[in-house]
Structure formats: C-alpha cells, structure tokens
C-alpha cells in the first residue's frame, strides 16, 4: 500500500474533528448535462474520452467549495463495463480518473478520495457476494495505489453490499466513508432501517456512515435525524437536488402529469429539470443537518458547482467562487443602489 497523497496535511478524520467537510459529487448527471456521458447505462467513458472535462469539473466544485476530489469511479466497475462491452478498459479508466482526481486535490491542497458503488449484482447470495467482492477488490486497489486519502462507498441498496465494501476498503488500511441509498420502502431488500444499516456499517469499523442520493433535502432530512440518533460517530448527508415529497420521498419516484417522454410520466433522470432545488433550499438544508451534528455534507446527482458553494456559504465559508455570490443590489430593474437612476426604478414596478 502506497501512502495518502499527503502526508503533511490533516486527513479526513482530522478535518471532521475540526468542523464540517464538503464533498461534491454529481459528476453522473453533470457530465450527461454537457454531452459527454450517455443516460442509461451511465458509465463514465468520459474519463477516457475527454479527461479535461473531468479535470475543469473538479476544479468547479473545489472552487465553489468542496473540501474533496473525488475520483470519478462510480459506475466504474467490471458489471457496468461488461454491459456496454467495453471491460478491457475498465483498468484504465479507474486509473485515469484516479490520476486527474489526484492532480487537482494535490494542487488544490484538497482531500483525495476513492469511489466504490453499488454494482448491481449484489442480490444476497454467497456467488454475487463473491463476486462483488472481487470487483470491489480491484477498484480499492487501484485507489490505494493512487495514493488516495481515504475511499467512499455509496448508494448501497443492500446493507449487506455495503458491509462487503467496507471490509474491502478497511483490508487497505484507509478510512471508509459509506452510505446509503435510502428509496421508497422503509427496510433495504435485506431487511435493515437506514439507521440499523448505518448501526451496523459503523460497528463493522465504518468511519463516516450516512446517506447520499435517491432523497431530495426535504425527504432525507426525517431519515437522517433517525441515523443521527442511531450511531456515535461520523454521519454523512449527501442528497440529490430534487424537490422530493412525501408522496414520492425519492428522485426516481417522482412523477410530472405534463410530461409525456416515459412511462407513468417518470422523468426520472433526464427530465427532472422542472424538480431542482435553488441553492436556498440546498443552503438551508446544509444549516439543518449540520445543527444536528451531520458533519461529512455534499449534493449528489443533478448537483452544481453554485449547489455546492451554497453548501459552503452555509457553513460560513467564503470559498473563492462566492467572489461571484448574487448581489442583486447593483441589479438594474430590482437593485437598491442609491445610484441606480430613478426613472429605471420606477420602470421596475411594471415588469
């Protein structure tokens, strides 16, 4: 095992310890946003494909305020690959990423973390589990020797995927961050509450545990008080910005009856545009969740940059994208400046 890309900077731990730590994610949706990424399979070609994008992209989100390069992985595994025929390449582009996530944390001074997902094979038998293990195995490897400063595991459906990540991630001696996923049903298909899940991830040596995607702010916010309340240590809260409801608590049970593109009016996930959340509504969660001592805090699918720095100004950050924060003050028709010229002013009253 190599060692963390710096040694002369606090890790993880030590960061947490302190205060809050930002992480971006989102790099699925945002990609497909620009054109560089196909919906559907969503496997991350782009990193081989156009590397610059993926560079710029880290350096957004550390601009607007994450304290992580996270290595886009996710989605990188040999199942995901197999599926568009491609698993030749699945070495080198776990490298690839690993290498541009590096070269940005390492200039940046920021955290350099690792990605495992949910495979999608995992179905609570002792072949998938073996199976996933193995695919886990390699892609932790290829993190360590990056030189990565601790790896997450995310959007766990199964718990007991989850604890097979874990014990992956803790073999290379690296902390673990590990979440879950948590959708419509009250239990994981292997029987666990998100927070019995968290419970066990943590007494199996997770460092941070918590929950990222599927929830929008509002409808993860109930659940993670439950985490919360659960577990003694580090919790993780990493929601999608999407106006989820009660009535559909997750992003892919949404439903929009003037949509008319898929079935059941699901426009799940290339026409959520309509259900994003305003960097208020992020600000505002972020406030939420670090009052009950939620501490590892980041957007998942369908994040920004301007969602993150909102996270970040919430927190009391002025990171350097917040040069550019709304004043709206010096705006034309709506500013407040006493040199703005009155007749504009009072055209304000009629738009």
Known sequence: MVEAASQSRPGLLE?????????????????????????????PEVVLEHPEVIEQLHREFVRAGSDVVEAFTYYGHREKLRIIGKEEQLEPLNRQALQIARKVADETGTLLAGDLSNTNVYVGDEESARVVRSMFEEQARWAAEAGVDFIVAETFSFAEEARIALEVIKETGLPAVVTMAAHRYETTPDGYSPEDACRMLEAHGADVVGLN???????????????????????????????????????????????HGLPEDRPFPTDLDPFTCNRHEIADFTREAYAMDVRYLGVCCGAGPHHIRAMAEALGRTPEASKYSADMSKHAYMGTDPTLKPEIQELAAKL
Do not use: H, I, K, N
Request: one cysteine or more.
């Open 15 to 43: 960061r947490l310890a302190q205060g809050p730590v930002v992480c971006a994610e989102g790099y699925l949706f945002e990609c497909e946003r620009r054109g560089y990424l196909q919906a559907g399979a969503f496997v």
């Open 213 to 259: 995607c599927a929830r929008g702010p509002r409808t993860m916010l109930p659940v993670l008080r439950r985490v919360r309340e659960a577990v003694s240590g580090y919790v993780a809260a990493l929601p999608v910005p999407y106006r989820t409801t009660d009535a559909e608590p997750t992003f892919q049970s949404l439903r929009d009856p003037d949509y």
